[in-house]
């Protein structure tokens, strides 16, 4: 995250969208106060709004931390307790 003033961002605009095409986030400030940050906007709507919705809210609240990065194709597989097949069915009650 990078943190300019209003100043410094209008004298080097460039510089700084293109920080944010990277996926950085500038936070920009006039006289010691925040007054807007730049990122870049979300790509993916497969969830539905009420979902979107609930997540922007909790990271809001600081509660999560939204991805910097897009998913790119990885998958997360539960690869359960590593007990052979019918291991619960042979222990005794």
Known sequence: MKTVGVKQLKAR??????????????VVTERDQVVAELKAPRRDRELPEDVMQTLDALAEAGEVTRAAAAKQGWR??????????????????
Request: proline residues 3%; charged residues 30%; without cysteine.
């Open 13 to 26: 605009l460039s510089e700084y969208l293109r920080a944010v095409k990277r996926g950085e986030v500038v």
């Open 76 to 93: 997360w597989t539960v690869k359960g307790l590593g007990l052979s097949p019918g291991t619960a069915d042979s222990l005794d009650r």
